[in-house]
């Protein structure tokens, strides 16, 4: 009967353990140095521009946030959100990215379409993604991260709901300055 007991219990227990290992969050903590990345992408006002990485933002704040695909509802608000927002987080030195596994040809026309004003940059394989906690393949999980001048993650937000985002990231930049 002990052996009985046992044998269901360990099984238990194991599933137990397993369910936590699977809710893990993999995303860098608030204090680390902020993952280095350099990607292809588009921004409408630097057209001439084909590559960027962490460095390009050095001295500055960085929004950086992961988000499924172009052209999708919740994606077209969030980045729709930030975009009416630019001018503002731009006041307080900070400049936005958003990073998806969509090529550049989807980004310029994403831009184009939805008036996006900021970087989008490409993450095809999730490599990128991958090292910020939010790939879910084939696509990005919807994380943001808010990166301190001096390239160390100051605040992120866990699969995060588009809806007024932009302004929750704009409110904790100004607590943050």
Not at 9 to 31: C, K, Q, R, Y
Not at 97 to 115: L, M, P, T, Y
Request: contains cysteine.
């Amino acid at each position: 009967m002990r052996n009985l007991v046992v044998s269901i219990l360990i099984p238990f227990i194991l599933l137990l353990n397993f369910n936590s290992a699977i809710a893990f969050d993999f995303a860098p903590e608030v204090g680390d140095i902020a993952p280095n990345f350099q990607l292809e992408g588009f921004n409408k006002n630097i057209k001439s521009k084909k590559i960027w990485e962490l460095n390009d933002f050095k001295g500055k704040w960085l929004v950086i946030y992961f988000y499924p695909k172009d052209f999708t509802a919740g994606c077209t608000l969030e980045a729709k959100g930030f975009s009416e927002l630019k001018k503002d987080f731009s006041k307080y030195n900070a400049e936005i990215v958003g990073i998806s596994a969509d090529n550049k040809d989807s980004h310029e026309s994403f831009c184009s379409e939805k008036s996006i004003n900021y970087t989008l940059l490409s993450d095809p394989e999730g490599v990128i993604s991958d090292n910020y906690g939010s790939w879910i393949p084939p696509f990005s999980d919807r994380n943001t991260f808010l990166i301190s001048p001096e390239g160390e993650i100051s605040y992120r937000w866990i699969s995060v709901l588009p809806i007024n985002h932009a302004k929750e990231v704009l409110n904790v930049l100004k607590k943050k300055i």
